[in-house]
């Protein structure tokens, strides 16, 4: 079944850098990957998402990129802001159905 | 945007007991809803998919006796843990699709928190 690798678990940077978190996944008929953001007590919210017949998608500080042959994707965050600071998961869809296995998720840390 | 509603959350219950959480699209039909568990510092495993009008479909090693979901409408579906118990003390989210848009994009409630004394 699908698998979902996501890497780093923790990671801490200063306001204003950049920050990159990659996941990589098993199926390679997955053709649906969003990435969630999550505070501490709350819910998951979508932040982007990205269809397998894309390589990339950008969203003013956010982007994600999908390599389909190397079978991963990455979160991109540009010029970090302390409200950034939340655990983010990614999720790959399973094929044939519209759930989705997600990532084991990444705490961010944005240092001002 | 689209609103997912989750009631209570926060609940404590006596061990035994059952409790029921609800979880409702509020601006969108969700023929399919999706029933999640996350223990502290983890991820997010999926419990069960809810399906309006039919059975859920129980993910492997969850107990479909234990976690009663029902999805009477297409707004809203429930989750009772009955029976509770310490060890199913957990964050529990649901989750909805968008019927209409026919997309994979799951839109969460901010999450119902257990705890079982």
């Known amino acids: 079944g699908e698998n979902v690798e996501q890497h780093p678990s923790t990671l801490s940077v200063q306001e204003g850098d950049s920050a990159v978190i990659k996941c990589t996944y098993s199926d390679s008929a997955s053709n649906y990957f969003p990435w969630y953001k999550q505070e501490l007590g709350k819910g998951p919210q979508l932040i982007i998402d990205i269809r397998s017949n894309v390589g990339e998608k950008k969203d003013q500080r956010i982007a994600v990129t999908l390599n389909k042959t190397a079978k991963h994707f990455s979160l991109h965050i540009t010029e970090t802001q302390p409200e950034d600071s939340a655990v983010y998961f990614c999720?790959?869809?399973?094929?044939?159905?519209?759930?989705?296995?997600f990532g084991t998720g990444t705490r961010l840390k944005v240092l001002a | 945007g689209a609103v997912v509603s989750q009631h209570p959350s926060w609940v404590i219950c006596k061990s035994g007991t059952s409790v029921k959480i609800e979880c409702r699209s509020l601006d969108f039909q969700a023929t399919t809803m999706f029933w999640y568990r996350q223990f502290p510092k983890q991820s997010l495993m999926l419990m069960a998919t809810?399906?309006?009008?039919?059975?859920?479909?129980?993910e492997q090693g969850v107990e479909k006796d234990k976690f009663l979901i029902n999805h009477a409408s297409l707004t809203l579906s429930t989750l009772t843990v009955t029976s509770a118990h310490p060890e199913d003390s957990s964050f529990y989210i649901c989750?909805?699709?968008?019927?209409?848009?026919?997309?994979?994009?799951?839109?969460f409630g901010a999450g119902t928190r257990l705890s079982v004394l």
């Open positions: 999720a790959a869809s399973i094929t044939g159905t519209y759930k989705y296995i």
């Open positions: 989750s909805a699709r968008d019927s209409l848009a026919g997309d994979y994009i799951q839109y």
């Open positions: 809810s399906n309006e009008g039919s059975k859920a479909t129980y």
